[in-house]
């Protein structure tokens, strides 16, 4: 198992834009499935978004479709998460997942191996 590192969270207002970016150290995850996942105070955690291998396929939550963004930074190997048009139901813990694998990525969290510690993402005004 890999320990992923999750960067790029804060305080935005609504309507704002962020980008998360997941990576973990000295390696590049262009093979791994990464997906996203957020958990917000007292409710379940929720796949946001994902990508497979090879880019082949990408998933996003209804909730988030047309205003995220998920892709792999191929020169420094990390996978991105660009959120736009922020709403305060965006507000959570957002975490990082991946599996070594090409199987297509999977919004359900039993999927994936190894995990980042989280990064806070809040949108209020």
């Known amino acids: 198992q890999l320990q992923f590192t999750e960067s790029g969270g804060g305080l935005v207002q609504p309507g704002g834009s962020l980008r998360l970016s997941c990576a973990a150290a000295?390696?590049?995850?262009?093979?791994?499935?990464i997906g996203w996942f957020r958990q917000a105070p007292g409710k379940n955690r929720e796949g946001v978004s994902c990508?497979?291998?090879?880019?082949?396929?990408?998933f996003y939550a209804d909730s988030v479709a047309g205003r995220f963004t998920i892709s792999r930074d191929n020169a420094n190997g990390s996978v991105t998460l660009q959120m736009t048009n922020l709403k305060p139901e965006d507000t959570a813990i957002y975490y990082c997942?991946?599996?070594?694998?090409?199987?297509?990525?999977?919004?359900?969290?039993?999927?994936?191996?190894?995990w980042g510690q989280g990064t806070q993402v809040t949108v209020s005004s």
């Open positions: 997942a991946g599996r070594h694998t090409s199987f297509p990525c999977s919004q359900f969290d039993s999927f994936y191996d190894s």
């Open positions: 990508i497979t291998y090879g880019d082949l396929k990408k």
């Open positions: 000295g390696l590049s995850l262009k093979n791994y499935a």
